[in-house]
């Protein structure tokens, strides 16, 4: 399974747009990108997915180079109920239709008023 | 609302003592999962179905046993519970093809060992 590698924290004012970048180094042919968003005492909700080049969706944007080394999520003029964890997450399938996830650490997020 | 439901949302345990948590998904998912999250960390995954009938280990399986009772439930059991079982316990199910990454999680099983 790809490990993956981004920031343990970050800060940001509210209004400001926010990216976050993870590495996966040995990403690989059949492999997803995902993000995960998790609130306190809450299971992660799904926030965005991509193969590669840019994907945008109502709540993020994903950003994927073309060597699918590192992806970046952009969280555009984030507000204070934005502060939460984020996971960046390679998806590796699995066989018989399922693709696994291995979450890490995350990023945890805090806006600033 | 449509989504994944634990039961129970809380539990206390004695060491040794047994417990089955419980979830169930109205999405007509294919696979489902049990992860265990501890303070301050990521989620790591126990066991998975990838589709009625099969469970497989994941990467923490010692002490726990699954069942996938039919498509919507998939079981976790802690034959002798451990305090080094206590944690948050959540429960996620995911579709088909490119949806297989969108997993929906429970609000997750808050159980301490004692």
């Known amino acids: 399974l790809a490990k993956t590698t981004q920031p343990i924290s970050m800060d940001s004012y509210e209004g400001q747009e926010v990216n976050i970048t993870c590495s996966h180094n040995?990403?690989?042919?059949?492999?997803?990108i995902t993000w995960y968003q998790q609130f306190p005492s809450q299971g992660p909700r799904f926030i965005i997915q991509?193969?590669?080049t840019k994907v945008t969706n109502e709540v993020a944007s994903l950003f994927i180079p073309a060597d699918r080394k590192s992806s970046t999520l952009s969280l555009p003029r984030v507000s204070l109920s934005d502060t939460a964890v984020y996971y960046c997450l390679v998806g590796t399938y699995s066989g018989a239709g399922s693709y696994q996830l291995t979450f890490g650490k995350g990023t945890k997020l805090s806006v600033i008023p | 609302n449509a989504g994944v439901t634990q039961t129970p949302k809380f539990q206390v345990l004695k060491t040794g003592q047994s417990m089955t948590l419980q979830c169930a998904q109205d999405?007509?998912?294919?696979?489902m999962y049990w992860y265990r999250q501890d303070p301050g960390m990521g989620l790591r995954l126990i066991y998975y179905?990838?589709?009625?009938?099969?469970?497989d280990k994941g990467e923490v399986p010692n002490g726990y046993n699954v069942s996938r009772l039919n498509k919507r439930e998939f079981s976790l059991r802690l034959e002798s519970a451990a305090p080094s079982q206590t944690s948050v316990y959540f429960c996620?199910?995911?579709?088909?093809?490119?949806?297989?990454?969108?997993?929906?999680f429970g609000s997750g099983t808050r159980l301490t060992v004692v």
């Open positions: 996620a199910s995911s579709g088909r093809g490119r949806f297989q990454l969108g997993y929906t």
């Open positions: 999405m007509n998912h294919n696979s």
């Open positions: 179905s990838a589709s009625e009938g099969t469970t």
């Open positions: 040995n990403i690989a042919t059949n492999d997803y």
């Open positions: 991509g193969y590669k």
